[in-house]
């Protein structure tokens, strides 16, 4: 099983996400020239690669924005639509149903309030990694305006 996530893609470049990293989008061309030396590397990118490439997000910053009233209404939607989703499972495909979502939430057969509490932490720490990255944005942008 892969763990790319492909943004965008052509025939000699890859644009894309390695699953649970949520710092970095990877690009790599194939037939390029390069110059690499001690912590530094340097990629010629082709225009039409370029063009393609900068029409895509590298992140999506929705929850960016959301207060803790809307991450908490957001949770509880989500754990209810998941429990209903497992009360009507049958017995061969409960177990599977429970962990869908569970990187998030914890597993569905816990209590409401306990899925409820791993659902804001884990979605808190979203808001506040990607709060982060649109200052990182902002600065650079403020940066390169002034010249």
């Known amino acids: 099983m892969s763990t790319k996530s492909t943004i965008a893609y052509g025939r000699n ?12 989008v990877y ?25 393609v490439i900068r029409r895509y997000p590298g992140i999506d910053l929705k929850d960016a924005d959301r207060t803790d009233a809307e991450i908490r209404r957001y949770v509880e939607e ?11 499972a049958g017995e061969r495909s ?15 057969d816990q209590p409401r309030d306990q899925q409820i509490a791993a659902g804001v932490e ?16 902002e600065e650079l942008e403020q940066a390169n305006s002034k010249k």
């Open 78 to 88: 989500k754990i209810d639509e998941r429990l209903k989703l497992y009360e009507a």
């Open 27 to 51: 690009l790599e061309l194939e037939g390029t020239k390069f110059e690499a030396s001690y912590n530094r590397v340097m990629v010629p990118i082709p225009v039409h690669i370029w063009e």
């Open 94 to 108: 409960k177990g599977l149903v429970s962990l869908s979502g569970s990187l998030a939430f914890g597993t569905a």
């Open 13 to 24: 470049f890859h644009l894309y996400h390695e699953a649970l990293d949520e710092d970095h």
């Open 122 to 137: 884990y979605f808190t720490k979203v808001r506040e990694h990607q709060r982060q990255i649109k200052q990182a944005i």
